[in-house]
């Protein structure tokens, strides 16, 4: 079975993305021959800064390493590193329809309201259907926000297999059901993010101790008192509740229970120690890893290598099915 997922680098990585995403990388690269994909092509499509977009590449990858993706048992690599992912983009364009671009709710909202809209943003779910559909890949380990993606990607590769007849698998979107939708700690009817989120709301798997304790205290709950996992007439304290049973490894039931007749100031303070001690020795490894920045590379020219071959093939079918010349 082929797993095939990807994150972008610019943005610092919150518990969203660990309890959401990466705990689910880590568990699938067992379950099947799994491609994790840091998408730096990705995160040109909104304002950002060079510099930025180069360090936190390697901060992403060693974070990857250190939230436990093995070399060994998975391959990890640049986007950019593989070329098919951009000529993949281009030829899926042909089989993607303008519409159905425009009413993409991540094009929509990152795109309200600013001066400059690129049309990187508005191609954006083409590069990752071709990510995706590349691979040959079996199932996309995601959260809930990258559903509607996933839904054109299949679109996608329907349409061109229609057309050009069976080239592609069509993937399926495996999303975790603990956690698939982290909400911000400060405003629980959104979900947690760095770029739409409050900072106080967000906490990143690389917070200080103290910062995520003083995270969780002040999270916003409602006037109730009643401990209980209702996440749409009690955003605020189910999300506490789905963070507090994926980082104690407890099904929901229970510690609801566990907190049944306590109060919110006890779920918070536990929750802040239950998430410090999740991250602690990640912060740790992640420390070691992220100083020797040349075995990173090492590793990720590895990972390119794989990804390399193991993407060329679809593409020359691509190419072929599509008309073109080979040289
Ligand atoms: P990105 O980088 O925004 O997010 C990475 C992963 O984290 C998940 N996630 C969350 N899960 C739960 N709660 C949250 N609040 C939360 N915020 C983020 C995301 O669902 C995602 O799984 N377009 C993608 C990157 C991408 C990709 C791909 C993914 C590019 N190509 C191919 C899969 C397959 C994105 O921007 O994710």
Known sequence: MRVFSGIQPTGAKHIGNYIGAMRQYVTTQDEGDAFFCIVDLHSI?????????HDRTLDLAALLYAVGLDPDRCTLFLQSHVTAHAEA????????GFGQLGRMTQFKEKGEGKEFVSAGLFTYPVLMAGDILLYETDIVPIGDDQRQHLEIARDIGQRFNARYGETFKIPRGVYPTVGARIMDLQEPSNKMSTTGGTTQGTVLVLDEPDVIRKKFKTAVTDSEREIRYA?????GVSNLIEIMSV??????????????GKGYGDLKGDVGEAVVDLFAP?????????????????????GAEKARQTSAPTLEQMYERMGFVRP
Not at 89 to 96: E, I, N, R
């Open 231 to 235: 996440p749409d007439e009690k955003p």
């Open 282 to 302: 990640m912060q740790a490894r992640y420390k070691e890893l992220r100083a020797d920045e040349g075995e990173l590379r090492r590793l990720l020219r590895v």
């Open 45 to 53: 499509t909104v304002d950002y800064d060079p510099r930025d977009l």
């Open 247 to 260: 980082a104690a490894g407890r099904p929901i039931p229970d510690v609801e229970q566990a907190y049944a």
């Open 89 to 96: 983009a281009w030829l899926l364009s042909a089989v993607t």
